[in-house]
Each structure stands twice: as structure tokens, then as C-alpha cells.
């Protein structure tokens, strides 16, 4: 039991579990840690080199002047003037070929420190050696031979301390261990500070969206619009919540109605079945209410089943299953099946397809889709008058049209006629057993084949609905 809470307290150390604002600083403090170090050791470096050539160089330079000096008389080695103008801090010493020391310095550093550079001065060549003293001082010494026609008769050795450029380089080491530090903490205090001041919209965004419950979608996050990326995230969120909002008003709209539309048959029923229960009836009275309880319960199935289909399609779980169907076949079947309501409503049923026009679609859904659209206009057309039906090509569509020449609907209905439950004439729908559903029906057919729908009427002439297909490449 204990271990959970401990391994949680370890992990809260490692990145993983810190926070943006933290690991954010985190990456930027490093990566500059990184940067101060690399240029640190270059600096370091570049300097320690150029001082300690420059150490050499003064040798050298030294070392010319003083052999300029060096007098030679019968093999034996002197040095002139030169001495006194010597650079303070540098030591000289004078070796003729017996191994006499003819001048000498102080500090001395031991012959043996030096046994290689003098056995090359011996043999003619420069040489530089860095010797540690016993006070554990270093020494940087230049040793090179003093030749007199050509041939090597003694040694000169010039040293000088490292003390002062050893000095400077730990005054740079010092002031880089202080300033290094420091600026990583100012930097650490700064990219807090920065990473804070960007991510707080982020918090703010939080808080909000954590406020909305799914009853409160009317709440916005209200971000001041900027096109930066919290901006943009504030507003995507807005967006998204705008969305959510209109379809869990529309979704408790659609249950309310379709409660509205079931209680109705039901009541009915009831109602029948109440009046038939208040005394002993013929048989032919039972008969006539339970044809009437069947009537409603057909209207009742409809409605359910019209119900179930749209809400599937809002699930995207009604899938179509795609073929050629042939619209001008369709037209043709449809006029066929619908005939026997159209005469007895004294109406002309017509159609206008003689081109075969071929789409590809789910010929059951197409066939649902014409059969409400003549139901409509055979219900919606006084008798007399005339439904026709046509199939043809348009452009890149495939248009199935149905056009009555009834009373028409006013325009300002337009606009909503293919809406759930929306119907011009409530009650004279609801007498023709029509919920509203059907050309909400319609127009979802319409768009997952990929194609539109559009009513145009005018009133006391007739309407025209026009059903858009596209006329695609058929895979088979
Ligand atoms: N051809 C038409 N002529 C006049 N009004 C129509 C026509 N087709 C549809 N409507 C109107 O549009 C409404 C919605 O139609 P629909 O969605 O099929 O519902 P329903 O047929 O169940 O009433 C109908 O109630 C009717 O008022
Ligand atoms: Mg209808």
C-alpha cells in the first residue's frame, strides 16, 4: 500500500509528471547551460593558449637579444650589457662547454628537469621545457645552444614563472564560476516567468471547460481573439461547444416532439377503448374500434420506424448499399405503385422519363425518398389536378423532380420545410397521418448520396421539389 504513494512522489521529480511551465524551463535552462559551458571552455582554452604563447614568445625574443650579447673569446663565453635590460621576472643561465654555469638566477630549477632540452641544445637545437620548482612553482624555460662558427661551444637558458598566466586564468575561471550560475538562476526566474505569462490563457482555457457541465453548454471560454496558438485553441474550443450546444438543443427538441407525436395515437387509442369498454357493444362496433386502434397503431409504427431511421443516420450507422439504379425505372415503378391513390383522389399521376439516367445509389433509400415526395404532393393537391414525376440529366446531376399543382406553400415556410417535425399545416398533416418527418427524411437520402434537395412553390399553383444526384463513375 505504502508503495504507490512513494513511487508517485519519486516520479513527480522526473519530467514526465512535471508541469508545461516547468518543463518548459527546464529544456530552456539546460539548453543554455549547454550553450554557457561550451563557450565557457572555448573562451577558457582560446586564452590559456594565446597567454602561454605569448610566455614563449617573450623567451624567444629574450633569448635572441641575449646571444646578440654573448661575447666569445678563446672559448671562453661572456655576456655584455644585455643583462640589465633584461624583462623583470626572467631568469638567465650560462653553460659553456666544460658545464660551468658562467651566470645564474634565482630560483634555480634542477639540471635534471632539464637533461632533454639541454642534450638537444647540445646537439644544435631550441628547445622548450616547463620544470616544477620545489615551492611547486612552474617554470617555462627555453634552452638553446651559443655556437660559434657553427660549431655548439655552450648552452643559454631563459625561464620565466607561469605564475601571472596561471594568475589570469583562475581570475577567468572565478568570474566564470559566478557569472555562469547566476545567469542560469536569472534565467530559470525569467523562464518561469515567460512560460507563465503564455500558458495562462491555457488555464484559464481549463477552468472553463472543466465549468461546463453537459447542462451548461451555453458557457464560452471568451478569449480576446488572437491569431496565435492559444487563441486559435480558445476559439476551436468555442467553436466546438457552439456546436455541441445547438445539437443537445436540437437532440432534447427532437425526443420532446417525438414524445409530442407518440403520446397522440395513444391517447386515441385509449380514448376508443374507453368508449367501447362503457357498455356491452355488437360485434361490429368492437370490430370498428379495433380497426381504428389499428389504424393509429400503424401511424404509431411509421412514426418509430421513421424515428429509428433518422436517428441512426445521426448515429452514421444507416449505411447505404451502392448500385446502379436506374432512375427513370424507379420514376416509372413508383408512378406505378402510387396510381391506385392517385385516382382515388380524382389526381393525374404522370411521368417524364424516356432517357436512362443511372446513378449510383441504394436503390431502396431512393425509392423511400420518391415515394414521399408523390405522398406529399398527392396529399397536398385538391383533386383535378396533376403530379408528375420526371427523371433526367442536368449538368453533372442526375435530377429526379416532383411537381404538383396544388396549394402550394407560402414562402416564409420554405426555409424550414425539410426540418424535424416542421409541417405547414399541423392539423391537416396530422389528419393525412403525417408526423413531419418525411422530407426531413428526404434530405438526409439526398446528402449521403452526395446530393441536395430544393423545394420552390407558388402558393395556389403548385410546388416542384427538385432532387440533385451526382452522376458518378459507377465502379462495376
Ligand atoms: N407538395 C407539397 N405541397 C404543399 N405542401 C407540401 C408539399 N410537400 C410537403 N408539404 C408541406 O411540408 C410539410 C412537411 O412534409 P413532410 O416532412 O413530408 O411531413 P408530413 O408529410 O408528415 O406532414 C407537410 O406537412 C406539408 O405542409
Ligand atoms: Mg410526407
Same mark, same amino acid.
Given at each position: 500500500?505504502?508503495?504507490?504513494?512513494?513511487?508517485?512522489?519519486?516520479?513527480?521529480?522526473?519530467?514526465?509528471?512535471?508541469?508545461?511551465?516547468?518543463?518548459?524551463?527546464?529544456?530552456?535552462?539546460?539548453?543554455?547551460?549547454?550553450?554557457?559551458?561550451?563557450?565557457?571552455?572555448?573562451? &577558457?582554452?582560446?586564452?590559456?593558449?594565446?597567454?602561454?604563447?605569448?610566455?614563449?614568445?617573450? %623567451?624567444?625574443?629574450?633569448?635572441?637579444?641575449?646571444?646578440?650579447?654573448?661575447?666569445?673569446?678563446?672559448?671562453? =663565453?661572456?655576456? +655584455?650589457?644585455?643583462?640589465?635590460?633584461?624583462?623583470?621576472?626572467?631568469?638567465?643561465?650560462?653553460?659553456? @662547454?666544460?658545464?660551468?654555469?658562467?651566470?645564474?638566477?634565482?630560483?634555480?630549477?634542477?639540471?635534471?628537469?632539464?637533461?632533454?632540452?639541454?642534450?638537444?641544445?647540445?646537439?644544435?637545437?631550441?628547445?622548450?621545457?616547463?620544470?616544477?620548482?620545489?615551492?611547486?612553482?612552474?617554470?617555462?624555460?627555453?634552452?638553446?645552444?651559443?655556437?660559434?662558427?657553427?660549431?655548439?661551444?655552450?648552452? =643559454?637558458?631563459?625561464?620565466?614563472?607561469? /605564475?601571472?598566466?596561471?594568475?589570469?586564468?583562475?581570475? $577567468?575561471? %572565478?568570474?566564470?564560476?559566478?557569472?555562469?550560475?547566476?545567469?542560469?538562476?536569472?534565467?530559470?526566474?525569467?523562464?518561469?516567468?515567460?512560460?507563465?505569462?503564455? =500558458?495562462?490563457?491555457?488555464?484559464?482555457?481549463?477552468?472553463?471547460?472543466?465549468?461546463?457541465?453537459?447542462?451548461? $453548454?451555453?458557457?464560452?471560454? +471568451?478569449?480576446?481573439?488572437?491569431?496565435?496558438?492559444?487563441?486559435?485553441?480558445?476559439?476551436?474550443?468555442?467553436?466546438?461547444?457552439?456546436?455541441?450546444?445547438?445539437?443537445?438543443?436540437?437532440?432534447?427538441?427532437?425526443?420532446?416532439?417525438?414524445? /409530442?407525436?407518440?403520446?397522440?395515437?395513444?391517447?386515441?387509442?385509449?380514448?376508443?377503448?374507453?368508449?367501447?369498454?362503457?357498455?356491452?357493444?355488437?360485434?361490429?362496433?368492437?370490430?370498428?374500434?379495433?380497426?381504428?386502434?389499428?389504424?393509429?397503431?400503424?401511424?404509431?409504427?411509421? %412514426?418509430?420506424?421513421?424515428?429509428?431511421?433518422?436517428?441512426?443516420?445521426?448515429?452514421?450507422?444507416?449505411? $447505404?448499399?451502392?448500385?446502379?439504379?436506374?432512375?427513370?425505372?424507379?420514376?416509372?415503378?413508383?408512378?406505378?405503385?402510387?396510381?391506385?391513390?392517385?385516382?382515388?383522389?380524382? =389526381?393525374?399521376?404522370?411521368?417524364?422519363?424516356?432517357?436512362?439516367?443511372?446513378?449510383? +445509389?441504394?436503390?431502396?433509400?431512393?425509392?423511400?425518398?420518391? %415515394?414521399?415526395?408523390?405522398?406529399?404532393?398527392?396529399?397536398?393537391?385538391?383533386?383535378? +389536378?396533376?403530379?408528375?414525376?420526371?427523371?433526367?440529366?442536368?449538368?453533372?446531376?442526375?435530377? $429526379?423532380?416532383?411537381?404538383?399543382?396544388?396549394?402550394?406553400?407560402?414562402?416564409?415556410?420554405?426555409? /424550414?420545410?425539410?426540418?424535424?417535425?416542421?409541417?405547414?399545416?399541423?392539423?391537416? @398533416?396530422?389528419?393525412?397521418?403525417?408526423?413531419?418527418?418525411?422530407?426531413?427524411?428526404?434530405?438526409?437520402?439526398? /446528402?449521403?448520396?452526395?446530393?441536395?434537395?430544393?423545394?420552390?412553390?407558388?402558393?395556389?399553383?403548385?410546388?416542384?421539389?427538385?432532387? &440533385?444526384?451526382?452522376?458518378?463513375?459507377?465502379?462495376?
Amino acid at each position: 500500500m505504502t508503495l504507490v504513494p512513494r513511487r508517485r512522489a519519486i516520479l513527480s521529480f522526473w519530467p514526465p509528471a512535471f508541469t508545461i511551465r516547468a518543463r518548459l524551463t527546464l529544456w530552456y535552462v539546460a539548453l543554455l547551460a549547454l550553450i554557457l559551458l561550451a563557450f565557457s571552455g572555448f573562451l &577558457y582554452t582560446s586564452l590559456s593558449h594565446s597567454l602561454y604563447d605569448a610566455l614563449d614568445s617573450t %623567451l624567444a625574443i629574450e633569448a635572441r637579444q641575449l646571444q646578440q650579447s654573448i661575447e666569445i673569446e678563446n672559448k671562453q =663565453l661572456r655576456l +655584455g650589457e644585455q643583462m640589465n635590460q633584461l624583462t623583470p621576472g626572467s631568469v638567465v643561465a650560462l653553460y659553456d @662547454s666544460s658545464g660551468q654555469t658562467l651566470l645564474d638566477g634565482v630560483p634555480r630549477w634542477s639540471a635534471s628537469a632539464l637533461a632533454g632540452a639541454i642534450r638537444q641544445a647540445a646537439n644544435g637545437h631550441d628547445d622548450l621545457a616547463t620544470v616544477r620548482l620545489q615551492n611547486g612553482e612552474q617554470w617555462r624555460v627555453l634552452v638553446t645552444p651559443v655556437r660559434d662558427n657553427g660549431r655548439t661551444v655552450g648552452v =643559454l637558458e631563459v625561464g620565466r614563472s607561469e /605564475h601571472e598566466v596561471e594568475a589570469a586564468l583562475e581570475r $577567468l575561471l %572565478l568570474l566564470m564560476g559566478i557569472a555562469v550560475p547566476v545567469t542560469l538562476l536569472l534565467a530559470t526566474g525569467g523562464g518561469l516567468f515567460l512560460a507563465d505569462r503564455a =500558458l495562462s490563457p491555457i488555464d484559464r482555457i481549463t477552468r472553463t471547460v472543466r465549468r461546463i457541465g453537459a447542462e451548461d $453548454l451555453s458557457q464560452r471560454i +471568451g478569449l480576446p481573439p488572437s491569431p496565435d496558438e492559444v487563441g486559435r485553441l480558445a476559439e476551436t474550443f468555442d467553436v466546438m461547444l457552439e456546436r455541441l450546444d445547438r445539437a443537445f438543443q436540437r437532440q432534447r427538441q427532437f425526443t420532446a416532439d417525438a414524445s /409530442h407525436e407518440l403520446r397522440t395515437p395513444l391517447a386515441i387509442i385509449g380514448g376508443q377503448i374507453d368508449v367501447a369498454l362503457q357498455r356491452r357493444r355488437r360485434a361490429e362496433e368492437y370490430a370498428e374500434v379495433l380497426r381504428d386502434v389499428r389504424a393509429e397503431a400503424e401511424r404509431m409504427r411509421e %412514426l418509430v420506424s421513421d424515428l429509428l431511421t433518422l436517428s441512426r443516420a445521426d448515429a452514421g450507422r444507416e449505411r $447505404l448499399t451502392l448500385e446502379p439504379v436506374s432512375l427513370d425505372e424507379l420514376a416509372a415503378e413508383v408512378a406505378g405503385q402510387m396510381t391506385p391513390l392517385a385516382l382515388a383522389r380524382g =389526381l393525374q399521376l404522370e411521368v417524364d422519363a424516356t432517357a436512362p439516367v443511372v446513378v449510383s +445509389g441504394d436503390q431502396t433509400r431512393l425509392m423511400q425518398l420518391l %415515394l414521399n415526395l408523390v405522398d406529399n404532393a398527392l396529399k397536398c393537391t385538391p383533386s383535378g +389536378g396533376r403530379v408528375s414525376i420526371a427523371a433526367k440529366k442536368q449538368d453533372a446531376w442526375a435530377v $429526379l423532380q416532383v411537381s404538383d399543382t396544388g396549394m402550394g406553400i407560402p414562402a416564409e415556410h420554405l426555409p /424550414h420545410l425539410f426540418e424535424r417535425f416542421y409541417r405547414v399545416d399541423k392539423a391537416r @398533416s396530422r389528419a393525412e397521418g403525417g408526423a413531419g418527418l418525411g422530407l426531413a427524411i428526404c434530405e438526409w437520402i439526398a /446528402h449521403t448520396h452526395g446530393g441536395r434537395i430544393e423545394a420552390a412553390s407558388t402558393p395556389g399553383r403548385g410546388s416542384t421539389f427538385t432532387v &440533385y444526384l451526382p452522376m458518378r463513375k459507377l465502379p462495376f
